[in-house]
């Protein structure tokens, strides 16, 4: 089967990788005309993706159209920011039907959309639409480490058919019906991470890394379910699966948020150092008014919320976590 990626970033690429080593043809387009001509080139991602050579099956393309002609799935890669605009374009170049996977993880700003539903906006005749998410770090696909994910649609027997076409020896996929909650999931995971993050580099201790990622997964469960998950997808990877390793994980990005943050640096500072993008930031304030519109307590996100306005310090976050009123789990 030939896979579109759309984006061309550190996970993008990490899965059109896969993919063209698994037999797929592999065609990739980003808006940066200058970046897709040097990694055709080049055949490497030298910009986001460095030292990762790019098989021969995988062709990375200046114009959509070409990407997009005879593909029988679009996975769209880029940032949440960037989703809206990417899907857009796939409808203007007359590929609206083609079956859609979103890869990124977090809520459209202002709308509070998930990932799914931004798609389903654009594409309302659609009935191809879903979400990849799970615990996965681009590095470990690229190297062919072993890892599972979820494929998640409202759209069973497609769903269904996808998993058993992509399934592979090095990423073994479950198929899955509950969209909202693994979107959730995916979504909320890296607010918790840059929490994790925080406590890790105030050097809190394993015992509090613990306590955090555990009421982590108490607040997306409660937000989860409010907006129609079902409880037990937040048991599985796309819930405690992904939680664990972003917040754990050396690689994870929303981690090092927390780490930079805690060491004294301005967020801008830490964002810019990274150098790539730190889904959990712009998610903190979706997922705090989404807490406040469906009336879920949900004390890590907003602490995190309160310090990114500059209203409370690393230290008073943890510090004002623990201090909270006991009560029954």
């Known amino acids: 089967m030939k896979i579109s990626v759309i984006g061309a970033g550190a996970w993008g690429t990490a899965l059109a990788i896969h993919f063209a080593l698994h037999g797929h043809q592999v065609a990739m387009w980003a808006r940066n005309r200058e970046q897709l001509a040097a990694m055709q080139a080049e055949r490497e991602n030298k910009r986001y993706f460095p030292g990762f050579a790019l098989p021969d099956n995988l062709t990375a393309h200046t ?5 997009l002609d ?3 799935l679009v996975l769209v890669v880029t940032s949440v920011a960037g989703l809206r605009d990417s899907v857009e374009q796939i409808k203007s170049a007359g590929f609206g039907h083609l079956p859609v996977l979103t890869a990124c993880k977090g809520f459209e700003l202002d709308t509070g959309l998930l990932t799914f539903q931004v798609v389903q906006e654009v594409l309302p005749d659609n009935d191809k639409i879903g979400v990849l998410s799970g615990p996965s770090f681009a590095q ?6 072993p890892c599972a994910v979820v494929l998640a649609s409202q759209n069973e027997a497609w769903i269904s058919g996808l998993v058993r076409q992509l399934n592979t020896p090095v990423m073994r ?5 509950d969209i909202i909650g693994v979107a959730v999931g995916g979504a909320v995971k890296n607010v918790m991470a840059i929490a994790t993050g925080l406590s890790d580099g105030l050097e809190y201790g394993l015992n509090a890394r613990a306590a955090l990622v555990t009421r982590g997964l108490a607040e997306i469960t409660r937000l989860a379910v409010a907006m129609g998950a079902q409880q037990k997808t937040m048991m599985g990877l796309a819930g405690m699966g992904d939680l664990i390793l972003t917040c ?3 690689l994870s990005r929303n981690r090092k948020v927390g780490l930079g943050l805690a060491s004294g640096k301005p967020l801008h500072q830490v964002l810019t150092e990274i150098g790539h993008v730190a889904e959990g930031v712009p998610t903190i304030d979706e997922v705090f008014d989404a807490a406040c519109r469906y009336q879920i307590d949900m004390p890590i996100t907003q602490m995190l ?5 500059n209203e409370l310090s690393a230290k008073d976050v943890v510090e004002r976590l623990m201090e909270r009123e006991a009560k029954a789990e």
Do not use: I, W
């Not at 996929?173 to 019906?177: F, R």
């Not at 919320?305 to 306005?309: A, C, H, I, S």
């Open 70 to 72: 005879g593909s029988g």
């Open 63 to 67: 114009e959509l159209a070409d990407a």
């Open 248 to 250: 754990t994980g050396a």
């Open 305 to 309: 919320y309160e310090l990114v306005r």
């Open 140 to 145: 470990e696909l690229a190297k062919q480490l």
């Open 173 to 177: 996929l479950y198929a899955n019906t």
